[in-house]
């Protein structure tokens, strides 16, 4: 355990790094969520309905305060850090080490997390109480949402790492970070609450990995789930981790055998 | 003047040689930025679909809003957006000396030496848009309505060219300042709606103070002929007086650079 405390530390050590840049994404953040609150108290006078897409306005801003925090816990830059280790060289220097490489990126990645909870999401949650109205919706639900919300965070680092791989086999790979970033935005709930778009579009999204990363974690916080939907929803986490692990395992035994650095 | 176009051009062409080296990369960022491109209209769809909309605006007026903010913003980035990334990181590094010292003024260099062609994918999703919604609009469209548009559309360039000048100028001040980039565009976003939403001082504050309501609203209005030609004037001045004041804030920070090395 001393190896991933060691990894940890040198997580929080690299997110002290950019404090000052993290406090500035909470005024980001507040401009953003601040647009966004303007817009929809016209929308929502307009209207007239209490509800719109099954929310509530209070409800909707506490989902876009939340879904800048899950972002901001779920974020990783695995896909980048891998590609850019795998083109320049620099990963061999990884592999001569007796630590599996995905496994401390792993440790370092929740190091920084953790330390990412303190510089931005608890002061957000605090932003988000007394500018947004964000709404408590219980212990129960925060406690569910705790859980729901650290298993998101593993599953995006295994889905990104995956993604990450293919720069195994692709010199330049912006582009396929680009493309995976476009699909996550809109499939995770990240931009919107999924449940505005039509049935279809979310029977398929209900398919793929994305939306257990942001959008189920708020819902589960917001207590739009019975404890039922909320254990299978946490079932399904775990599937997609295994799965994606396995995957991972897969492809990087065969990135190994035909890896070659050119620096190093 | 002929000297920039043909640094310019000459630069563009190495960008171009350069992104075609790695032709299935070039054409995966495309399509990736596409996908961003599509948010906004995508937003439109979903507010629309849900609710009654924004008070004040149809479904076609607000889509036409995300397109005009969406070609503004990407010919402006297609200008001069690595400009802004390339300032932060020579002075970071301590390389802008090299600049200084070529002969071009260093931001007439800058800009010369600044094409982003990932940039084409926001340009084609605004003009898409535009193209799709112009006619559903049933707009009665007079010449001089178009012409203040396209007037208006070339001061929201020069918003977004002026607000990549001042980020870039901040450099030299605060050297580390990537973190601007994302404060600056994020607070940029909120030109993509109506700024009428935002009450009467958002209005004020998003035309006088922080213009860019002249992202896409203004280019709209004058679309729509609710603009008189003296508020088209001085919506013009406003733009141009904010260039000055990137240009007057770049020169500042020349002045201000300090080498860490060279």
């Known amino acids: ?264 | 003047m002929l000297r920039w176009l043909r640094l310019w051009k000459n630069w563009a062409s190495l960008e171009l040689a350069s992104q075609m080296a790695y032709k299935w990369n070039f054409f995966l960022k495309f399509f990736g930025a596409i996908t961003f491109g599509v948010i906004g209209p995508l937003i439109a769809i979903l507010i629309y679909t849900n609710s009654k909309g924004i008070p004040g605006w149809s479904f076609e007026q607000f889509l036409l809003l995300t397109g005009l903010f969406s070609l503004a913003s990407g010919l402006s980035a297609f200008f001069s957006m690595p400009m802004t990334f390339h300032t932060i990181e020579k002075v970071r590094e301590g390389d802008y000396d090299v600049d200084l010292v070529r002969p071009m003024r260093p931001l007439s260099y800058a800009l010369a030496t600044s094409t982003d062609l990932d940039q084409l994918a926001e340009i084609l999703v605004g003009i898409s848009v535009i193209a799709y919604v112009m006619p559903k609009l049933g707009l009665q469209l007079a010449a001089a309505n178009i012409a203040a548009s396209l007037l208006l559309l070339l001061m929201a360039v020069v918003f977004f060219l002026s607000l990549n000048i001042i980020i870039a100028a901040f450099a030299f001040l605060f050297v580390k300042t990537y973190a601007l980039i994302d404060l600056f565009y994020e607070v940029a976003k909120v030109g993509k709606n109506p700024i009428t939403a935002y009450g009467k001082t958002g209005s004020l504050l998003l035309t006088y103070v922080f213009p860019v309501g002249l992202a896409a609203f203004y280019p709209a209005q004058a679309l729509f002929g609710v603009l008189s030609l003296a508020e088209i004037l001085k919506l013009s001045l406003i733009a141009l007086g904010f260039l000055a004041f990137a240009i007057t804030l770049w020169e500042l920070g020349i002045r201000k650079y300090q080498s860490a090395g060279g």
């Open chain 1, 1 to 264: 355990m001393s190896f991933e405390f060691g990894a940890m530390k040198l997580g929080i050590k690299e997110a002290l790094a950019w404090k000052f840049s993290l406090m500035l994404w909470i005024v980001i953040s507040i401009v953003s969520i601040g647009a966004y609150y303007l817009l929809w108290s016209a929308i929502y006078g307009l209207s007239g309905q209490s509800l719109i897409a099954g929310y509530s306005f209070r409800e909707l801003m506490t989902y876009f305060v939340m879904s800048e925090i899950v972002q901001t816990l779920t974020w990783n830059n695995v896909i980048m850090d891998l590609s850019q280790k795998i083109r320049r060289g620099s990963l061999i220097t990884q592999l001569v080490r007796p630590v599996e490489f995905l496994h401390f990126d792993f440790w370092q990645h929740i190091g920084n997390r953790v330390m990412q909870f303190w510089i931005y999401c608890a002061p957000m949650v605090l932003v988000g109480v007394l500018l947004f109205g964000l709404k408590f919706t219980g212990w129960a639900n925060l406690l569910l949402f705790t859980i729901t919300a650290v298993l998101a965070v593993v599953l995006n680092f295994v889905l990104s790492a995956l993604v990450g791989l293919g720069a195994f086999w692709m010199t330049e790979y912006h582009g396929i970070r680009w493309v995976y970033m476009g699909f996550h935005s809109i499939f995770s709930g990240f931009v919107f609450p999924l449940t505005f778009f039509p049935q279809f579009w979310q029977k398929i999204f209900s398919f793929l990995p994305f939306q257990y990363t942001i959008f189920v974690p708020i819902q589960t916080y917001a207590g739009k789930y019975g404890l039922l939907s909320v254990l299978g929803n946490m079932l399904i986490q775990l599937a997609w981790i295994i799965v994606l692990m396995i995957a991972i395992t897969l492809i990087w035994r065969r990135a190994m055998k035909q890896f070659s650095a050119a620096g190093g």
